[in-house]
C-alpha cells in the first residue's frame, strides 16, 4: 500500500486531500483500489485521533518492556558479521493487545482468574487465545504449534513458547466460560463509555453454525434450518443482540432445531437482568414474530418493531393497493402506516423498487424452470406407448413444484383420462389471481410495531439497522472463522464460540476507532498491513563485547506510518530480551 493525493482549490486555498491506495490485479490489469480516505491529515485531526488512542488504550506498552537500557551504550563493531535473527510478526499482535487492554479485558480477566499453582496465569492464555482468532482465527493445535512462534507475543505477554500448548489452552477455554455474563457486562459498560454506544435499541438475530465431526457428546447439535447450506452437519443456533450501531452486547446458544422463535423470551429476559428493562427498544426479524412472543412483549410493556411474515400483507390488501397515503423516505423507498384492529399495533407497510425488481426476476425464472419441466413431463407421457400409473406421475408433479415454491401457485395442474396409450393426459392452467396479487404484493413488506410516538421514517429506519446484527453474523463467520467447530465436548463449543465473541468485541472496537480516525471501516486491512511490522533479533560481534544481541521492530514504511499516525499509535523501537537471551558479559557488567 501506499499514499495519493489530489489537490483542490477551495476558497481561494489548495487543499491536499490523502487517500491509502493499494494495486490490486483485476484480469491482465493492475487498479489503485482505496483503502482509506484520511483527508487532509491536519494537525487537528491528528491531535484527535492520538486523544481517542490514548483514551482507549492509555500509555504505549510498559516502559521497561522496550527500555533496556542500551541507548547510551558506546561499543565498537565488526560491519561483516551483523546478522537477523528471530524475525516475527510485531504490528498486529501489538495492536490486539492493545485492544485487549483498552477494553479493560486484561484487568477483569486477572481479576475473575485469579492465579494460583499455576506457572502462566490464565489471563495470558485468554489474551493469546483472543488476540488469535482476530488476527490468524484457527485452531488451539494450530496457535501452539504454529502461530504463536511466528508472532512477537512471547515478547509482549513474557510467555516463552514452550509454555503456550494445546493442552494450556484449552484448559484457558475452560476457566473463561464460567465467567461468560461478567465479561458481557463489563464490555457493554466499558465500551458503552468509550464510543458512546446506544444502548437503547437492541437489534437482535439468529444464526446457526455446523459441526465437523457426529459431536455426539453435546446435547445441543441438533440438525435444523442450515443457514450455512449444511443440513448433512448438526449445528447449534446462536442468539445474538447488538447495539443500534452494531457492537455486540450479549448471545445464548440455542439447539441447532430451535425455531427462532422460541428463543426470543429467553434472550430478552437475560439481556434485561444485565442492563435494565426502562426504555428498550427489541428490533427482530419476521422469524421472531409470533403471536405468543407479540403478546409476551406487550404484557411487559416492552416496545419492539418486528417484521412480520410475507403471507401477512394479504390482511392489508386494501391498503397495500390505495395509492394514497404512502411517503417517499429516499429513492425508491415508500412507506405508509395503518392500524391492527386485533392488537393495535402500528402496522408500517414499505414498498422498496429494487426488491420489486428482484422479486419479479425470482417468479420469471421459477415460472420457466415450471413450464420448462412440465412441458417435458407432458411429451414423455404423450410418447408413452403403455399405460401409466396417475400416482407416479402425480408425484414427479409435486417434485417439480416444490423445487420452484416461489412461482408454484401460478400453476394448476391436473391429470385427466385420455384416450392416448398412457391413459392420461397433462392438463396446465395459469391461476390469474397469482399474477394479480405478485403485482401487488413485489417489493412489500410488513412490519409491526407497538411504538406510537416515532415517525413512520423513524420506525423504518430502526427496523433496516436489522442489518447490523446480519453483518455481525457474517464478520464471525467469514473473518474470525466461528464455523466450522470442530470441538465436540458441549462446553468446548460454548468456550469456542465465546472467544468468538471476544474477538468480535475487539474486531468492532477497532473499526469504530478506524472511523473515527477517518480510516473507513476495513479492521481486516489494517491488520494484514500492520502485521508486516516485525521485531528481528540483530545480532552485533564486538571484539569487546561477543555478540550483542538487540531486538528491534522495523520502523513503517510511509503507508504504515500514516495509519499508525490517524490511530495514534507509537511503535517502540525495541524490546527488552529476557534473562535467558542476554549474553553472559552484559549480565556480568
Not at 492464555?125 to 484457527?138: T, W
Request: net charge positive; glycine share 6%.
Amino acid at each position: 500500500m501506499y499514499l495519493r493525493y489530489t489537490t483542490r482549490k477551495k476558497d481561494g486555498k489548495i487543499h491536499r486531500y490523502w487517500r491509502l491506495v493499494r494495486s490490486v490485479r483485476v484480469g491482465r490489469r493492475v487498479i489503485q483500489q482505496t483503502v482509506a480516505q484520511l483527508g487532509e491529515l491536519d494537525e487537528h485531526g491528528q491531535v484527535r485521533a492520538r486523544a481517542f488512542a490514548r483514551r482507549l488504550i492509555g500509555a504505549p506498552e510498559q516502559a521497561d518492556l522496550f527500555d533496556d537500557g542500551s541507548a547510551a551504550l558506546t561499543v565498537p563493531v565488526r560491519l561483516k558479521g551483523i546478522r537477523i535473527e528471530r524475525s516475527r510478526q510485531f504490528g498486529d499482535v501489538y495492536l490486539a493487545l492493545a485492544l485487549w487492554r483498552g477494553t479493560g479485558l486484561s484487568e477483569l480477566c486477572e481479576r475473575l482468574l485469579p492465579s494460583g499453582k499455576e506457572q502462566v496465569p490464565w489471563e495470558k492464555m485468554a489474551a493469546v487465545l483472543v488476540s488469535a482468532r482476530l488476527c490468524e482465527p484457527s485452531s488451539e493445535l494450530h496457535i501452539a504449534e504454529d502461530w504463536y512462534r511466528r508472532t512477537a507475543l512471547a515478547d509482549l505477554l513474557q510467555l516463552d513458547d514452550a509454555q503456550v500448548n494445546k493442552d494450556r489452552l484449552y484448559r484457558a477455554l475452560d476457566a473463561l466460560l464460567e465467567h461468560k455474563g461478567a465479561l458481557e457486562a463489563h464490555l457493554a459498560r466499558r465500551c458503552g463509555e468509550l464510543f458512546a454506544l446506544d444502548n437503547e435499541v437492541l437489534l437482535y438475530d439468529v444464526t446457526s453454525t455446523y459441526f465437523e465431526g457426529q459431536a455426539e457428546a453435546n446435547p445441543l447439535a441438533r440438525r435444523g434450518y442450515s443457514r450455512d447450506h449444511r443440513p448433512d452437519c448438526k449445528q447449534v443456533c446462536i442468539a445474538l443482540v447488538v447495539s443500534f450501531d452494531g457492537f455486540p452486547l450479549g448471545y445464548e446458544v440455542f439447539p441447532g432445531n430451535m425455531n427462532d422463535a422460541r428463543t426470543l423470551q429467553r434472550i430478552v429476559a437475560t439481556m434485561e437482568a444485565r442492563h435494565g428493562v426502562i426504555g428498550r427498544v427489541w428490533i427482530g426479524d419476521r422469524g421472531m414474530a409470533s403471536a405468543a412472543n407479540l403478546a409476551w412483549l406487550r404484557e411487559g410493556a416492552r416496545r419492539y418493531i418486528i417484521g412480520a411474515p410475507k403471507a401477512e400483507l394479504k390482511k392489508f390488501a386494501s391498503a397495500l393497493a390505495t395509492a394514497s397515503g404512502w411517503r417517499g423516505l429516499r429513492e425508491g423507498i415508500e412507506v405508509k402506516l395503518t392500524r391492527c384492529p386485533e392488537t393495535g399495533d402500528t402496522i408500517i407497510l414499505c414498498r422498496s423498487a429494487e426488491r420489486r425488481s428482484k422479486e419479479r426476476a425470482m417468479h420469471e425464472t421459477f415460472s420457466r424452470r415450471i413450464e420448462a419441466a412440465l412441458a417435458r413431463l407432458g411429451e414423455r407421457i404423450a410418447r408413452s406407448r403403455r399405460r401409466l400409473d396417475a400416482t407416479q406421475i402425480n408425484r414427479q408433479i409435486g417434485r417439480i413444484l416444490q423445487q420452484n415454491q416461489r412461482a408454484a401457485a401460478r400453476f394448476e395442474v391436473n391429470l385427466v383420462a385420455d384416450a392416448c396409450s398412457a391413459g392420461l393426459a397433462l392438463q396446465v392452467t395459469l391461476n390469474p389471481s397469482f399474477d394479480h396479487w405478485a403485482a401487488l404484493s413485489e417489493g412489500a413488506y410488513l412490519l409491526r410495531s407497538n411504538i406510537t410516538d416515532w415517525t413512520d421514517e423513524q420506525l423504518w429506519r430502526a427496523y433496516i439497522q436489522l442489518a447490523q446484527a446480519e453483518a455481525a453474523f457474517r464478520i464471525q463467520k467469514d473473518q474470525l472463522r466461528v464455523r466450522p467447530i470442530w470441538h465436540q465436548r458441549a462446553d468446548r463449543v460454548q468456550a469456542h464460540i465465546l472467544v468468538c465473541f471476544l474477538a468480535f468485541v475487539l474486531w468492532k472496537s477497532l473499526e469504530l476507532w478506524q472511523q473515527r480516525a477517518g480510516l473507513g471501516n476495513s479492521p481486516r486491512t489494517v491488520l494484514e498491513e500492520l502485521a508486516r511490522i516485525q521485531s528481528h533479533d540483530v545480532i552485533l560481534p564486538s571484539p569487546t563485547h561477543g555478540e550483542i544481541r538487540l531486538r528491534c521492530i522495523t520502523q513503517p514504511d510511509p503507508a504504515q506510518a500514516a495509519l499508525l499516525e490517524r490511530l495514534g499509535i507509537v511503535l517502540p523501537k525495541r524490546m527488552r530480551l529476557s534473562e535467558q537471551e542476554l549474553p553472559v558479559l552484559a549480565l556480568s557488567a
